[in-house]
């Protein structure tokens, strides 16, 4: 496909996705996310590739939905709208990879419904978070009212969907939001560091770790353990990388993944 909003590149097996619409803040709108439906199919056939971080242009990761596009939409179009985008971002967490969120400024609206969607979030101190939908009449449309409170908890979810507060890194550091907070000339290469060193793990068990941990948060304990440990068991086959990484610790060596 050719990409007009997208830009990629793959390097050690990542690849790096720069959402690249500066002129708008990189706002959502549906090219983009015809755009990132089928970059998703396509990333699925690259077996080269073991991390995916995805990053904006300019000063902004994504400052929200694109306002113009949406305005003149009806009750059933906006339903639409809002259905594509949870699509779209819910596919982020059925990829075998991890997906990375190399988040460089304002993450707001649709934008941080998008890095929440990811794997986890790596931010420049330049970085800003908010949910500003209320201030438009509106709520979260592309499931920011549900993966918000999973991440930090309900009464920080609703305190800053209520208010439309804007927050730094610092801020969105400690109550959850991101993983870890750099200068911004550091930004990509911090991003491309941690994507290094999963990619340089057993990649069975980096694909199971997400399976387990996603599926489990709608489970119960007792059903989590139970897929815990069925996976865990997976790992254990003849020829598996478990049993490999197993005995390259007992050889004193490294994995032959």
């Known amino acids: 496909m050719d990409y007009k909003i ?28 015809t755009e990132m439906d089928a970059l998703i199919r396509e990333v699925t056939g690259m077996k080269e590739v073991r991390a995916m971080i995805i990053t904006g242009e300019g000063k902004a990761f994504v400052a929200g939905a694109d306002i113009a596009e949406m305005v003149d939409k009806n009750q059933e179009e906006g339903t639409a709208f809002s ?27 649709g ?31 592309y499931a920011g009212t549900q993966r918000l409170s999973r991440l930090i908890g309900m009464g920080d979810a609703l305190y800053l969907l209520m208010t439309a507060e804007m927050i730094g890194a610092d801020d969105a550091l400690r109550i959850g939001l991101v993983q870890k907070v750099v200068e911004p000339e550091e930004l990509m290469d911090a991003a491309a560091k941690v994507a290094g060193t999963i990619a340089a793990k057993g990649q069975q068990a ?26 865990f068991g997976t790992l254990f086959g003849e020829g598996s990388e478990g049993r490999e990484g197993m005995k390259a610790f007992l050889e004193k060596r490294k994995p032959q993944w």
């Open 83 to 109: 259905r594509l985008g949870q699509k779209t971002f819910s596919s982020f967490g059925k990829l075998d990879i991890p997906v990375i969120a190399a988040i460089n400024g304002f993450a707001l609206g």
């Open 6 to 33: 997208l830009k990629k590149k793959v390097r050690d097996n990542i690849l790096t996705v720069t959402i690249s619409r500066p002129e708008a803040m990189n706002a959502l709108n549906t090219l983009f996310f």
């Open 206 to 231: 980096i694909k199971k770790i997400k399976q387990v941990v996603r599926q489990g948060l709608e489970m119960s304990l007792t059903d989590g353990e139970q897929l815990e440990s069925e996976q």
């Open 111 to 141: 934008g941080l419904e998008l890095a929440m969607g990811c794997d986890f979030r790596i931010v420049s101190t330049k970085a800003k978070f908010g949910q500003p939908e209320v201030s438009l009449g509106l709520i979260p449309g």
